[in-house]
């Protein structure tokens, strides 16, 4: 159980287009997910915080409107980076956390990633 | 804010060693600590989660141990073997909300 999926898992495109990632949380409900970036050999970096029915929380630095997410359903949120350029290149990584309520410090489950590139 | 610090960056050990891995928080008011294995170009796999009024967690070969007062925390990892080889991340959730502050990784290499 407790299994989160992303999609696509690769993506190429050129500069300038849309890129749209899902996160799904396949057998559980999830009010809250979470989006992270993870550039080579580097740690995770959190971006936003994607709430079931509410705007997203985004982290100082990450640009809103560049990045916007969209938690329409318990268990489906999606991250759409907007005219991508060579720079947002990177690894896409969400967490969902199991409750209908918004519960702190409950495990967080991860999908496997979404790699981003860009040319 | 929260900063967690991993040490080392990266452990290149023979198989079957015992070894140890690092990780520190700079606030201690913390709601629990968890370690995580990622494999290359993979998402990230909960090894251990320890509460704060816990001190330690086993699974198998690996204990996890948390000193909250000192801001420190260690993953203990018995007879490695090659398997085993995988960057491990710690994070911890603040008492002031529901996020994960992670480390920067230890990169493990377990040689056959």
């Known amino acids: 159980g407790a299994v989160v999926s992303q999609h696509p898992s690769w993506v190429i495109c050129k500069s300038g287009t849309s890129v749209k990632i899902e996160c799904r949380s396949l057998?559980?409900?999830?009010?809250?997910m979470f989006w992270y970036r993870q550039f080579p050999k580097q740690s995770l970096m959190l971006m936003a915080t994607?709430?079931?029915?509410?705007?997203?929380?985004?982290e100082q630095g990450v640009e809103k409107d560049k990045f916007l997410i969209n938690h329409a359903s318990l268990t489906l949120s999606t991250l759409t980076v907007t005219s991508a350029h060579p720079e947002d290149s990177s690894f896409y990584i969400c967490?969902?956390?199991?409750?209908?309520?918004?519960?702190?410090?409950?495990?967080?489950?991860f999908g496997p990633g979404t790699r981003l590139l860009v040319l | 804010k929260q900063e967690v610090t991993q040490i080392p960056a990266a452990l290149s050990v023979p198989e079957g060693e015992n070894l140890v891995l690092n990780c520190s928080f700079t606030?201690?008011?913390?709601?629990?600590l968890q370690w995580f294995r990622q494999d290359p170009g993979k998402g990230l796999t909960s090894l251990l989660l320890?509460?704060?009024?816990?001190r330690e967690q086993t699974s198998g070969r690996l204990n996890a141990s948390l000193d909250k007062s000192s801001g420190r925390s260690t993953l203990y990892i018995a007879a490695s073997q090659p398997g085993d080889s995988a960057t491990y991340l710690c994070?911890?959730?603040?008492?002031?909300?529901?996020?994960?502050?992670f480390g920067g990784g230890t990169r493990l290499m377990v040689k056959p």
């Open positions: 967490s969902a956390q199991p409750g209908t309520r918004r519960q702190r410090g409950e495990t967080q489950y």
């Open positions: 057998d559980f409900q999830a009010t809250t």
């Open positions: 994607s709430n079931e029915g509410s705007k997203a929380t985004y």
């Open positions: 606030d201690s008011a913390i709601y629990n």
């Open positions: 320890i509460q704060s009024s816990q």
């Open positions: 994070a911890v959730v603040n008492n002031a909300g529901n996020m994960l502050t």
